[in-house]
């Protein structure tokens, strides 16, 4: 049986503690009233309203899928997830969103993203004050990025994990941050990489030779904990941004006379991408990393990638709802509605910022994020061609930065952190800060600095007091000797599975059944969409007196429906079904759903679950077709049913099944010498020569 599900501890420590959420709802409304005035001015063409409009709207957006609305408006954009909803006894009015925990998380990072892109409008500018500013907000992304890889890099290589008292976040060999894992540190280090070319070539400038070697020294530090980091799409994402930076200060200083310096630059952002593949030819863990996807480029059988397996799940999703998603954060609840065999791990994000926010935003948000990226880079471009050398240098290294951070949130979660997403619009914004026109009045009105000043204390007092509410409940909550849990439902649950286990040497058994069943319905009402919930109510009603044999049935139906990945659940139903039903098909659930479907999918995700569920099938006596049903397309399962079929005797299907193992599995040496011995002198060993030779393993 599976714990209570919750994000990892990564995630637990990005903005889990989180506002009430009337007061997000009225923080966020005024963070897009904001605006209001530039637009009574008429400024709505500006880059202040270009840029904070869409990210506003987004804010807008996540609210208003908080708020309760009908089922019969939400099966109107998305007939399916509200059939599924219906499905699952959700209320006619409740919150559009899948998972509201999952929303208000990114409501609040979306509140972090405004006040920085604000800040960064406000203070930064194409004079002597605001270019300053620019620099020192490179400086922080340069310093930071270089901190945490030196201390990564030393750690791993140099001391055991940990340096001068200072832990990285994990192990395994890959050089991570002390607040960052591999593949955001890849992201750090790019960005750090690109602010450090920009300001070295500042530094070149006003002939400060040494500090220019100094910022050269820590680029490589930069680039050297991308490459160790061990994370493909992270060095793709560092020479993305690199060979950018590279090329708009190449062209920067070519404008203002140093045409060789300007040439050599742009020659380094031409041969960058041929150091990238020797680096990979020469670091083995990059080289297997990357012959790892190979067969899906070739065709040729191979290991499966989990990582293409969770986009057609996420694209999927996206088709469930297309236009306004299931609810901004909520991928990882949601994404269980349609997680596809092939992606076994629990996908708490797609690993791939596009697929992510179509999912759960549809149209509408993809469409909001497109606008923005197209007004920085459209605005942000005026930049370069500022009559301010030291602009046009500070706006290459931002835009190299941002383009890290865009070209790694291709294939991996990036901008779902705040700990990336709060740099990489203060990077993608600077360039527009640096090209947008002064006004005096306005900035002085509305947008002056102590105007902002005032606006971020307000935000960590708002962050702060929710911070303490929320760190209350749930310290209160493992005070009570329960297991952690995020939200108010998984609470609900962790509380009542301790009650149901400590049962036996309770004082009041009844007393803590009643209050256990209590807490179910709190946590189903609470978190319909976690498959746990209603598994729990199952058991209940299967192991009491008074228990209702449908109900049962009911509950682990709309379980199925929100199970796909989870191999526990899946397995445990597959037997309660199997005890309930036989092999005949589930009233509830997805249609034609049968105890066989259920104990395929957990086998197919663990090769732990298919053993167990094959033992407990034969010792039911499963034969023939029903037999055979529960047996995934997987080398390890086909395996063990040909060693079963062998021992029936039917030698016919033990040789073809573990033909079709070896056809999945082809690397397998043991696998190889199994199917030759049993097809030797059998009339079917052409055919199993023939397999062999075209993977050409003998």
Known sequence: METVEGPPRFLARQLEALAPLWLLQVVMLAAFLSWLPDVLRGRCRGPRIALGLPLALLAVLAAVQLIPGSATLLSAFSPELGATRAALGVDDWAPFTVWPYGTRVALLTLLGVLVVQRTMMVTVADDGAGRR?????????????????????????????????????????RVTGTFVLAPMLGVWAGMGACAGVGLAMLAWRRDARRSASVCGVLVAVCVAGAVLSLSRLMLAATAGGLIVTLWLAGGSLATEGRTRVGRALRGAAVALPIAVVAVVLLVPSLRERVAFALPYVTGEPGPVEPRIAGWESTWDLFRLSPWIGTGLGSFGRAVHLTQSIDAPQEMWFAHSDPLNLLADGGVLAFGLAMAWLVSCWRHGRI??????????????????GAVVVLVGALADFQTQFPVVALPFVALAVLPTAL???????????????????????????????????????????????HPPAPTTGEMALGAARTLLSGLRSSDDPGADLEEAERLLTVAVEEEPFLDDTHLWRALVELSTPDGSRDLALEELGRARLVSRGHAGVNLQIGLLYLDLLGTSEAEHGPAGDTAMDALREAGALVPQAFSRAFAEALQRELTGDDLRRIVPERAHALERYAGHLGQAGDATGQRAALRRALSIEPWNVALVEKVVRTHEGTSDEAEARDLISRFRLE
């Not at 620099?135 to 901190?147: P, S």
């Not at 009559?387 to 835009?399: G, H, K, M, S, V």
């Not at 307000?458 to 909550?477: K, N």
């Open 435 to 481: 090209a947008a026109p002064r006004d005096p009045s306005t900035d002085e009105i509305w947008m002056g600095r102590r105007r902002v000043g005032t606006t971020v204390v307000a935000v960590v007092l708002i962050v702060a007091f929710g911070f303490t509410d929320s760190l209350r409940e749930r310290t209160a909550h493992i005070d009570a000797g």
């Open 383 to 400: 930049a370069l061609r500022s009559a301010q050398p030291e602009t046009r240098l500070l706006a290459a290294a931002a835009i190299g």
């Open 133 to 173: 500013l620019a620099r020192r907000v490179l400086w922080f992304v340069f310093a930071v990025a270089a901190l945490e890889c030196g201390i990564g890099i030393a750690s791993t290589h140099l001391g055991d994990d940990t340096v001068l008292g200072l832990a990285k976040v994990s192990g395994r060999g």
